[in-house]
Nanobody, 123 residues
Framework: VQLQASGGGLVQAGGSLSLSCAASGATFSSYRLGWFRQAPGKEREFVAAISVSGISTYYADSVKGRFTISRDNVKNTVYLQMNSLKPGDTAVYYC?????????????????WGQGTQVTVSS
């Protein structure tokens, strides 16, 4: 599966952004999906994930209550709605797809990655 993330940009603290990740080349509905982020000088970290059905979602504590992950299996797209953004949310955001078992919080559970989209939150 090929993943293409978009929607990043520059926003002031307290603002909102919506990221999208469009998939092609495979049966999108059979993949679990996740978002990760990597800030300058830091390791890539888990942000949010969603099950195949979309019923189950998972969030990092740092974004819980502010970010919402969702998926549209008809449009082959996964979304990350980000509200109440903080300067600490500044990072490159990556979408990823997982075909097999393993914790969705771990990077090594994902076999496919998008190219990343920059999110910058100014104070």
């Amino acid at each position: 599966v090929q993943l293409q993330a978009s929607g990043g940009g520059l926003v002031q603290a307290g603002g909102s952004l919506s990221l999208s990740c469009a998939a092609s080349g495979a049966t999108f509905s059979s993949y679990r999906l996740g978002w990760f982020r990597q800030a300058p000088g830091k390791e890539r970290e888990f942000v949010a994930a969603i099950s195949v059905s979309g019923i189950s979602t998972y969030y990092a504590d740092s974004v819980k209550g502010r970010f919402t992950i969702s998926r549209d299996n008809v449009k082959n797209t996964v979304y990350l709605q980000m509200n109440s953004l903080k300067p600490g949310d500044t990072a490159v955001y990556y979408c990823a797809a997982s075909r097999y078992s393993g914790s969705l919080l771990r990077m090594d559970s994902y076999g496919y990655w998008g190219q990343g989209t920059q999110v910058t939150v100014s104070s």
